[in-house]
């Protein structure tokens, strides 16, 4: 045994490479088990003369330190490796599929529905093909009242060639699954009514023949106005920040008595005045009131038991200020230029 030999055992070792557990194994043995290399050249130790023993000594101990630093990076690099293997999905295909995206007005109403959940409220759906009765006649439109007007119909034909309009319509909005909930159940009624609602208008930026609603009926005893006002107030601070106020201005529903607007302070200028708001700080997102008495009498509901509030809001009004869209139409047109900026929601 002599130094170059120690030396040139070093340069081995540093070279050393095991690709398998088996691999690892047989270099263990090569040179760091009992019979192995650096074992047999501490037993020539022995041989070697006094005076070079010291420096022998330290060269050996370094070896075995080396020899054993490199097993051990070798097999944390293959421990490395299998486990890397063992995370790769085979089934996955070699293409990377194109996911689409949820749709802003689905994202925006599942919120919605999510905030007053948190509130008792549940959802309610039902048909868009209504008859006049539940869009209109239990919601205290009275028959040729100029009521009707405020919401231009799309009546569907019976048959063939009658122009005359008909029972049978396409539903002005989903107070109509409100009539339908009202007529089945007693209160407390806490629902939620989502959904497609159609008008007969012409298409520009700012409307369109269909939008989407979501509204909302309570009814219990000792039902109040101030009750609707925190319930409304609470989904405005939830839906568009802590900051944001709201104010109600009175209005006219058949359905309701009080009536209102609901306006939110502008949350694109925060309330300053800008273009969207008309510089006027506010802008209106929903119409609501209490239950008119009659509807609820209309509904087989004892209106001097119970009262209840309702609310009615555009989708794509919410959409609109929650994401800045200026155009209705890009809601409809699925242009996935459009819809792909929501893919992060
Ligand atoms: N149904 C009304 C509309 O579509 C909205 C509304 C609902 C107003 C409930 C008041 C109460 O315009």
Same mark, same amino acid.
């Given at each position: 045994?002599?130094?170059?030999?120690?030396?040139?055992?070093?340069?081995?070792?540093?070279?050393?490479?095991?690709?398998?557990?088996?691999?690892?194994?047989? $270099?263990?043995?090569?040179?760091? =088990?009992?019979?192995?290399?650096?074992?047999?050249?501490?037993? &020539?130790?022995?041989?070697?003369?006094?005076?070079?023993?010291?420096?022998?000594?330290?060269?050996?101990? $370094?070896?075995?330190?080396? &020899?054993?630093?490199?097993?051990?990076?070798?097999?944390?690099?293959?421990?490395?490796?299998?486990?890397?293997?063992?995370?790769?999905?085979?089934?996955?295909?070699?293409? =990377?599929?194109?996911?689409?995206?949820?749709?802003?007005?689905?994202? +925006?109403?599942?919120?919605?529905?999510?905030?007053?959940?948190?509130?008792?409220?549940?959802?309610?759906?039902?048909?868009?093909?209504?008859? *006049?009765?539940?869009?209109?006649?239990?919601?205290?439109?009275?028959?040729?009242?100029?009521?009707?007007? %405020?919401?231009?119909?799309?009546?569907?034909?019976?048959?063939?060639?009658?122009?005359?309009?008909?029972?049978?319509? $396409?539903?002005?909005?989903?107070?109509?699954?409100?009539?339908?909930? %009202?007529?089945?159940?007693?209160?407390?009624?806490?629902?939620?009514?989502?959904?497609?609602?159609?008008?007969?208008?012409?298409?520009?930026?700012?409307?369109?023949?269909?939008?989407?609603?979501?509204?909302?009926?309570?009814?219990?005893?000792?039902?109040?106005?101030?009750?609707?006002r925190q319930a409304l107030l609470y989904f405005a601070k939830?839906?568009?920040?802590?900051?944001t106020?709201i104010?109600?201005?009175?209005?006219?529903?058949?359905?309701?008595?009080?009536?209102?607007?609901?306006?939110? =302070?502008?949350?694109?200028?925060?309330?300053?005045?800008?273009?969207?708001?008309?510089?006027?700080?506010?802008?209106?997102?929903?119409?609501?009131?209490?239950?008119?008495?009659?509807?609820?009498?209309?509904?087989?509901? *004892?209106?001097? +038991?119970?009262?209840?509030?309702?609310?009615?809001?555009?989708?794509?009004?919410?959409?609109?200020?929650?994401?800045?869209?200026?155009?209705?139409?890009?809601? =409809?047109?699925?242009?996935?230029?459009?819809?792909?900026?929501?893919? &992060?929601?």
């Amino acid at each position: 045994m002599n130094i170059d030999n120690i030396q040139a055992i070093a340069e081995d070792i540093k070279r050393m490479q095991a690709a398998s557990p088996e691999e690892l194994e047989q $270099l263990r043995l090569k040179y760091l =088990s009992k019979k192995g290399v650096i074992a047999s050249l501490f037993g &020539a130790f022995r041989d070697v003369a006094a005076e070079q023993k010291k420096e022998f000594g330290q060269k050996l101990n $370094l070896l075995k330190q080396q &020899a054993q630093e490199r097993f051990d990076q070798l097999k944390e690099e293959i421990e490395a490796q299998k486990e890397k293997a063992e995370k790769q999905d085979l089934t996955r295909t070699c293409d =990377s599929i194109a996911l689409g995206t949820r749709h802003p007005l689905s994202l +925006v109403k599942e919120e919605i529905i999510n905030i007053f959940s948190r509130i008792g409220f549940t959802v309610a759906e039902g048909p868009e093909v209504e008859d *006049d009765k539940h869009v209109f006649g239990m919601l205290n439109f009275a028959p040729e009242h100029p009521a009707r007007d %405020m919401q231009d119909t799309f009546f569907i034909e019976k048959e063939k060639g009658i122009q005359k309009p008909t029972d049978i319509l $396409l539903r002005t909005h989903t107070s109509s699954v409100q009539t339908r909930v %009202m007529t089945t159940q007693q209160p407390p009624i806490r629902v939620l009514c989502p959904g497609r609602v159609y008008r007969n208008e012409a298409i520009s930026a700012r409307a369109h023949c269909f939008f989407h609603q979501v509204e909302g009926l309570y009814i219990d005893k000792n039902v109040s106005f101030a009750d609707l006002r925190q319930a409304l107030l609470y989904f405005a601070k939830e839906m568009f920040g802590e900051n944001t106020k709201i104010r109600l201005r009175p209005s006219y529903f058949p359905f309701t008595e009080p009536s209102a607007e609901m306006d939110i =302070s502008c949350n694109i200028c925060g309330g300053t005045g800008c273009g969207f708001c008309k510089q006027t700080g506010w802008v209106e997102i929903l119409g609501c009131g209490m239950v008119d008495p009659n509807v609820l009498e209309s509904c087989g509901i *004892d209106s001097k +038991v119970y009262s209840g509030f309702a609310f009615g809001m555009g989708v794509e009004r919410i959409a609109n200020l929650k994401y800045s869209v200026k155009d209705l139409r890009l809601f =409809s047109e699925n242009d996935v230029r459009f819809l792909e900026q929501f893919e &992060a929601c």
